[in-house]
């Protein structure tokens, strides 16, 4: 299967959803232009077709290995990575003053979805480094950010985040790795790591890793995290390599899919000597992790998009070319497309519905982040920053939630050929399948989302939002095409159904927090639907324009229908989950009496 | 891990959801009683636990192969398969004068859910054999039934099923597979079959294809397909076996999951001499094979019971293990199990009455094939087989479509955990997903749906069922407890959106199929939720009355509760579906237009 980088439809997301317009207005990045973005998006193309999109399959088959205490990557990872770096990719939207090209980070978080849609394995690589860039910008010394910075914006240095320990999982409280002051300014750092993405790889001279552990007298709890820098190889002061430092892979675990991504267990001065700089504050190590986080969540979002696109391009090809049936009350002849069936255009649209629609939050996302960064106006700026603390569980969650069913639907359209590996549909769904988890499970959004973004400030961000989401289904419901109506229609009931949820939840807030608990996940789906609703919306007015002008009118038509489907069948389903998340607290069973 | 066939939870479900208790009735079955149930079910239970459960992972790891012509299956099958004869299981439901034990196939439908809990891959090869023996009861001759029929009654040979080629699939109306009449009244068959589950295997000494071909003369389409019985080894007039016939496994699938189930590409006459026997009537031979399917897809359904059963398990197991984080409002202090937690509550709590209300379903299903079959009653018969036919693609497709989700929160559960495999939930997830898709693909079920079954009665059946469902909802509203009242008042929500769906599908079914084939899967989605609402409401119901009895309160009141979670969450579901069902035909929209 030829893979094509959805170029078209990501710039008309990123358009006419996501808003990202408003960006070039803000004076912020002086070399942003339609035509710089079209060129940029022309260009991700291409290397990401040619260059990354064959190393998928082969990958899936030939893992990262372990040999020798050297994590050697997939055929053909290394030689890609070359390319990615000698592109200029890593550095789009990092600052000029280190070495980066000052454009606004939804442009990276575009190429993140493209890369992640030709291969998850290989793109996930890359953006652990993106995280590990913010969280040095944000924190680092002024020596920190010269010895190390430059090389990590260019991509020659790639970066990790050490959070997880056996016991440390959601709950950071719990780590245990050990800082202690050597005297000299550094720390020797001991203990273990588990689930590092690429914590060591052959694709770079050097890795630096970002570490969570305890000073010696550290409260307990998350008040006693300090974060340390601890490269794989020390640099020394002319930015030379120095000595190998004491931080070593010591196993890959074998996963259900993902197998071109390394997921390391690291030792951390397994032989005494391992030795790392504090980075920020002591103690404040949670403050730089969620620097690193929230744009980590962002592109694990990004890469539900990506593998959902995966899966519904694969998925697209074999319904033209697989031939089955007849037309409904057809007795003979030749046998059609499945795609002629209605019952696979359902899946079909099911899948393209939920990639745009969450392709277009997790761009909407990225757009608040840079608003919130960038624009001259401070009202603007608190705006976006609000809009970007609340849509970053849902591009995490919903996204990835949403990937999983769409690589699933994708394997059901291939029939029993999609349950065999060599179709390659399956690989898509088990590759999916740990973005649901990783960066925070889905769970822990959900809870985010009802507590800190919720209830943060009294619902004032929420509130903003959906009416947002209501004067845009208004505008539809008065448009003069049945369609836009139609949908309109159906994101205000949406938007109605939010409203009561949200006003139930902020009231119990005040009452039982084990109440909002139990509606998390409900409520973030909800959230995740209208959400994705409102950007389609947006999209398919826009869409309208361009029929009246008379262009390319099957491609606007189809932005149409696709959000009328995912209005008739994910708007709908938003109106009935209030009854799910008010449903109240939970009575806590017996476990002993639920197994018998 | 430690997997425990949930004996009281399929006692309960059978008597209380299912009402097993009328087939006692009958007086078809003189050697039915209480205490016989309940010692197949205690035996049941002690055989999957110890002898089936633990060939679970290993076939995983250790799947079947094909090494010079020859199936051999993975490390303790054959040895357990042994058991699985010596003990009798094979033959609980079969007619005593070929060897068979003369009990409902309820009995055995639950065998197939205890027996897929414990090991799914090994399942598999039971129950084809089932649906095979089925088919020669209903159309062989007495020469064939004296040949095959008592050896695979006891499961001392095996059956499968040859549908598929690689140009039918779903359409099998253009099976090419040949069969020509040797003038002897044997036929010589030729062709390749593919997707043959337990083809080949090393287990029993004979195995018996039943196999789709054309005669020469044979009209096109599927009115010239014929069944064949074609032997392994032919069989001698004494019963003991003769030549090896040609027909071979010549390559094994690399599936995603169930690899211990040998998935094999069947060549048959690839040396000009495979013999077989015609089964029925010529060009007849989707009569046997619906015979066959129906059982199959009750089989699948309940596979979709029992793999989502064992996720359960291991999730509720790992749940009460694994520690992290403290209760709401709690600061320090030590970690509480995650079972603590209302979102992993809220995950355990779906699974439960997912896999709950799929296997109610089920069973109901089953008892209603017996009924049709056994009733003294023709009134009854009829009513019966009217159910039957109407929860058969219910059974099939929702049971599967809700443990792929069942199986997959298995692996949230887990958190980062249940995406390495040595886990064991992901194999789970990956085991689950071919349920979907064969034996009819959940898409073909809905068809099957709401055409076959909604209009080929004009919608009586459904009707009356939803009458069934109406009238329980209505003694809940009534009973004296709060929370079946609640139940009472969701369900009758939910029956109403059914009602609605159903009429404006009868109602479309005058004027555009093709409006009707657009929403048979959420129709078929609305329908399971409905069911399943249902069936958990009379076990609810059932409950509430021994609790007042005074007896083990604990076990009920979760019954209880987790119908009434049920309700919240999937009968509140149900009710916005038709919306979907009833958006109409989808616009037909060029693929070349739909990812750009």
């Known amino acids: 299967m030829t893979f094509q980088t959805p170029i078209r439809d990501m710039r008309f997301l990123l358009d006419h959803a996501a808003g990202f317009g408003v ?120 020596e920190q950010k010269k010895l190390y910075l430059e090389k990590m914006v260019t991509g020659e240095w790639t970066g990790t985040m050490n959070l997880t320990e056996p016991s440390a999982g959601s709950d950071l409280s719990a780590v245990r790795a050990k800082a202690e002051p050597v005297g000299d300014g550094t720390y020797k750092i001991s203990g273990q790591k588990i689930f590092i993405t690429y914590g060591d790889h052959d694709m770079t001279d050097n890795v630096i890793h970002l570490v969570l552990a305890r000073l010696p007298d550290a409260p307990e709890g998350t008040a006693g995290i300090s974060m340390f820098l601890v490269p794989k190889f020390h640099v020394n002061e002319d930015g030379s390599l120095g000595a190998r430092n004491d931080a070593h892979c010591i196993k890959l675990e074998e996963k259900m899919g993902l197998h071109g991504s390394p997921t390391c267990v690291m030792a951390f001065g397994d032989n005494g000597d391992c030795i790392g700089t504090l980075l920020g504050e002591e103690n404040k190590g949670l403050r730089n992790m969620f620097v690193m986080m929230n744009s980590a969540r962002l592109d694990v979002g990004m890469q539900g998009v990506g593998i959902a696109e995966r899966g519904y391009q694969r998925a697209l090809a074999y319904a033209q070319d ?157 448009a003069n095409r049945d369609d836009l109506t139609h949908i309109g229609a159906r994101l205000l009931a949406a938007a109605d159904a939010l409203t009561a949820s949200t006003e139930w939840l902020l009231d119990a807030a005040g009452k039982d927090q084990a109440a909002v608990l139990a509606g998390a996940t409900p409520y973030l789906k909800q959230f995740g639907n209208v959400a994705g609703g409102y950007y389609l919306a947006r999209g398919a007015k826009a869409a309208a324009l361009y029929i009246n002008e008379g262009e390319d009118r099957d491609y606007y038509e189809a932005k149409i229908a696709i959000a009328h489907f995912y209005a008739d069948n994910y708007l709908t389903e938003a109106v009935s989950v209030t009854d799910s998340v008010t449903a109240g607290v939970l009575p806590r069973l017996d476990p002993e009496k639920l197994s018998a």
Chains 1, 2 share one sequence.
């Open 23 to 142: 960006l070039e207005k803000t004076g912020a990045y002086p070399e942003l232009s339609e035509d710089l973005v079209a060129a940029i998006l022309e260009e991700m193309g291409k290397f990401c077709d040619q260059v990354i999109a064959p190393l998928n399959e082969v990958s899936d088959r030939e893992g990262a290995v372990l040999e020798n205490g050297v994590v050697r990557t997939s055929p053909g990872y290394k030689e890609a990575y070359q390319q990615y770096v000698e592109g200029g990719w890593s550095s789009l939207a990092f600052p000029e003053e280190f070495g980066g090209q000052g454009l606004p980070s939804t442009l990276a978080v575009a190429l993140v979805d493209a890369l992640n849609a030709a291969c998850m394995s290989f793109a996930i690589g890359t953006t652990l480094t993106t995280g590990a860039v913010k969280a040095i910008l944000h924190a680092a010394t002024d």
């Open 322 to 478: 697989r031939k089955q049936g007849r037309a409904p009350g057809v007795k003979s002849g030749e046998m059609i497309a499945i795609y002629e069936h209605p019952d696979v255009q359902r899946m079909v649209y099911s899948m393209k519905a939920l990639t745009d629609a969450s392709r277009a939050i997790c761009y909407a996302n990225a757009v608040a982040y840079d608003l919130a960064h960038s624009s001259p106006d401070e009202e603007t700026r608190q705006k976006a920053k609000a809009l970007e603390g609340l849509l970053t569980p849902i591009s995490k969650a919903w996204s990835t939630d949403r990937a999983n069913e769409v690589t699933s639907i994708g394997v059901q359209v291939h029939g029993g050929m999609g349950y065999i590996e060599e179709t390659g549909a399956a690989q898509h769904m088990r590759d999916a399948r740990i973005a649901a988890i990783y960066e925070g499970t889905n769970g822990i959004q959900a809870i985010d989302l009802v507590g800190r973004k919720l209830q943060g400030d009294g619902g004032a961000a929420v509130k903003d939002f959906i009416a947002e989401v209501r004067s845009e289904a208004k505008l539809l419901e008065a």
